[in-house]
């Protein structure tokens, strides 16, 4: 760091030249190491290809020394403060600079707030504009500035001795004089950093101001699951995990947002997939197509724990799940069957959702189309899902006032709109991972705020609604901003209920825009017509398929929630990767749906005239499956029946991960094939999968078959012929025993039965059985 010292006209000893030289080595080798570092991939990533403070601006503004302004603190001026400017010099030419100063120039008072937005615009240095140099010991001085060398300087004085007059908002920039070796007689300004400096001196009647702090990110959740055993989610990347990981952008938004004045607006989306990463494994898809096990389930529950002790006892506002894009619906997708629906159940799910993660209550009654830019359709839609507050955006609703009115106003229908303040809901936009872009960022937000409540001695109640997704430094530019609100007295913190009830200025605009006034750039972005034409047939898809399921919220709730996502704000800009997903649910459901299927058959031979066809159903789900009938057709009755009809349906149940079969009792009227087709069908009628067609060959007895009968009944007759003859020898033995006996007399001790008379023949067969005879074995085909 540079002394403090007046260079111009003044010798420098060996001594001092050599203290000089020290101190700004001292001073730039941090810059060098770390100041000039490039901005990390989310800040390049959140930064618009029109940011108004870039670099390249910067440099090409300040001429061949480019000054930046790294911290102006404090931020908003009062009487008794002590101003403390720190910035860098660079020379950005290859010859040295020497004799080099840099001064404090606070320039004219700014009477507008587009004039206040259009100091950083500014590309040289204007004399008069740019006001004179403070001057004296308020200076930073180098001997020599090397070129591509960047130096740190500090200046510190009084606010007193800066000459400000009346309170509001100046034009303020440090500069830097020196000599070139082109002209190394004359000191000229090689280059300017500007911002704004607002001049509080006294208390004036305090504005009102809301700050939403928004917790949305990227989907990331899809309705698959792995495969294993462990059925673990699967996600589309791991980038979430980045975000709430210790530094992460929402890991940071939620430790910065808890020290804050604000009002949280969560995506319901987001608590959910953090909620599944932090209570079980997690798996993501790789770009080989594979999966492999997510690394953040400690982060997300060290991240819920925290947002959770963040949002006690604070005003929180829940968006409808995965944050439904309603411009897109409103001019694509309305007018689809469905999409509606799909709007009113992502709302309906939001308060639950909210309360079951984080233990709070959350309101449901806002509705905020992407930057607050409203049109009539957009107004219907936001509202027919039960919200009646829209937040909209000063650069739709516009006023045309002198001054800035308060938020809330009626636009129509009991509906109303809490219009947030455009100047200020954009200040924090474009790459702010460096200094001189954040220190512009944050003294542009202070200054727009002080020029509001100098508009007039009124109360009035401002909204501020910054983009959806801000990166860590831009959430860290907007911590600072609203510590300096709330230090100051110019302006008080509200909840943003407090706002939207506030009596709406009369004179302030209530007529929505028309549809032709939406901006195209916006429009260019939107989900086409075809987005909401598959998500409607998707969901036909589920409603075919969730009434066979025995545990139906198994894949209802997975599945409508993907579908939530597929409308989500994040989409926009990514129509690819949007349909990709779109299609990856459906896939994927209707895999599923194919798990349950008719096992095909070959053909089948009918023997006789009748015979009993089965039937198997396949269930490859984990769950039950119900409600399903199987029908079997015959194409042509005349020459095969179904249980005497052209078909016949039984109902059927399948467990999990089994099959069963039905039984059908078919007869042929005629020899020959005749086709049949089986086919699944709901409990309502509807076909469910493919069907199955076989044929099935009906034959007459053969000759064969007659041949093999007659041989068996020559076996029996023959059979019994050789026993008759048997017994009948047998009986004539018995005879003639009887006459030999007969003829000798009666044998000793033998007494006749008084029942039995001589004369009785023996019975020439045996005593039948009393049993009944065995009936025939009949063959169940």
Do not use: C
Request: proline share 6%.
């Amino acid at each position: 760091m540079a002394q403090a010292a007046d260079f111009q006209g003044m010798s420098s000893s060996p001594g001092r030249r050599w203290l000089r030289r020290t101190g700004a080595v001292l001073a730039g080798a941090p810059l060098l190491a770390g100041f000039l570092v490039l901005p990390s991939a989310e800040e390049a990533a959140a930064a618009p290809a029109s940011a108004p403070t870039t670099a390249k601006a910067a440099e090409a503004a300040s001429g061949p020394v480019s000054v930046s302004l790294n911290k102006v603190t404090p931020g908003v001026l009062s009487e008794g403060d002590t101003l403390t400017v720190s910035g860098t010099v660079t020379n950005t030419t290859k010859k040295p600079i020497t004799e080099a100063r840099v001064d404090l120039r606070l320039g004219q008072a700014l009477g507008t707030r587009s004039a206040i937005d259009n100091v950083s615009r500014h590309t040289t240095f204007q004399p008069g504009v740019d006001g004179n140099p403070v001057g004296g010991k308020y200076t930073a001085g180098f001997e020599r500035l090397e070129p591509k060398v960047s130096q740190v300087f500090t200046i510190t004085v009084p606010a007193d001795e800066l000459g400000l007059g009346e309170a509001g908002v100046y034009q303020f920039g440090a500069s830097l004089s020196g000599l070139t070796a082109e002209q190394p007689w004359a000191e000229q300004v090689l280059g300017i950093g500007r911002t704004v400096l607002p001049w509080q001196p006294d208390t004036r009647t305090a504005t009102r101001t809301t700050f939403l702090w928004p917790l949305i990110s990227d989907v990331s959740m899809t309705a698959e699951t792995a495969s294993d055993d462990d059925r673990a989610p699967v996600f589309l990347n791991d980038s979430l995990g980045k975000e709430i990981a210790p530094g992460g952008r929402l890991d940071r938004m939620v430790s910065l947002g808890d020290e804050l004045d604000i009002t949280w607006v969560v995506d319901p989306d987001l608590l959910a997939t953090v909620d599944v990463m932090a209570d079980s494994a997690y798996e993501v898809k790789g770009e080989d197509g594979r999966s492999v096990r997510g690394t953040h389930q400690k982060d997300a529950a060290r991240w819920l724990s925290k947002l959770n002790a963040a949002v006690q006892d604070e005003e929180v506002v829940a968006l409808p799940f995965a944050d439904p894009d309603l411009a897109s619906i409103a001019h694509n997708g309305r007018n689809v069957s469905g999409t509606l629906n799909q709007l009113k159940s992502a709302t309906d799910v939001a308060a639950l959702t909210v309360r079951t993660v984080l233990h709070v209550e959350a309101s449901t009654e806002y509705a905020w189309p992407v930057d607050g830019a409203l049109d009539p359709a957009i107004k219907n839609v936001a509202t027919s899902a039960g919200a009646d507050k829209v937040i909209a955006r000063s650069d739709s609703l516009k006023d045309g006032l002198s001054y800035t009115p308060s938020a809330a106003r009626p636009i129509g229908g009991g509906t109303t709109a809490v219009v947030a303040d455009a100047l200020l809901s954009t200040a924090f936009q474009g790459d702010l991972s460096r200094a001189e872009n954040s220190t512009q960022a944050v003294q542009q937000f202070l200054g727009q705020s002080v020029a509001i409540t100098q508009q007039t001695s009124r109360e009035r109640s401002i909204l501020v609604a910054p983009q959806r997704t801000p990166s860590a430094a831009q959430a860290q530019a907007m911590a600072e901003a609203l510590t300096a609100l709330r230090e100051g007295s110019w302006s008080l913190p509200q909840a943003l209920s407090e706002t939207a009830e506030t009596d709406p200025d009369p004179r302030a605009s209530s007529s929505v825009p028309p549809r032709s006034a939406y901006p195209s750039a916006l429009r260019k972005k939107e989900l086409p017509r075809e987005a909401f034409e598959q998500i409607a047939r998707t969901q036909d898809k589920l409603d075919s398929f969730k009434v066979i399921l025995s545990r139906k919220e198994r894949v209802v709730t997975p599945f409508g929630r993907a579908m939530n996502r597929a409308m989500s704000v994040s989409w926009r800009g990514h129509a690819g990767a949007a349909g990709d997903y779109r299609a990856d649910v459906k896939a994927y459901l209707d895999d599923l749906a194919d798990r349950v299927w008719l096992i095909d058959k070959s053909e089948t031979k009918l023997s006789g005239h009748s015979a009993t066809i089965p039937v198997t159903v396949k269930n490859d789900l984990l769950q039950d499956v119900e409600g399903l009938v199987v029908r079997l057709t015959s194409t042509n009755p005349t020459r095969l029946e179904i249980n005497g009809k052209r078909y016949d349906e039984q109902p059927i149940t399948v467990a999990g991960s089994r099959s069963q079969s039905v039984k059908f009792t078919t007869s042929a009227n005629a020899n020959g094939p005749s086709t049949v087709v089986a086919q699944l069908y709901t409990e309502d009628g509807q076909a469910y999968g493919r069907s199955v067609t076989f044929k099935v060959r009906a034959t007459e007895v053969t000759a064969t078959v007659m041949l093999v009968i007659g041989g068996g009944v020559l076996i029996l007759v023959l059979a019994g012929f050789r026993m008759y003859t048997q017994r009948k020898r047998a009986a004539a033995r018995r005879d003639a025993e009887a006459d030999a006996a007969a003829e000798q007399g009666d044998g000793p001790g033998r007494t006749p039965d008084a029942s039995e008379q001589a004369s009785d023949p023996a019975p020439d067969t045996s005593a039948e059985s009393a049993d009944p005879s065995a009936t025939g074995e009949k063959v169940d085909r």
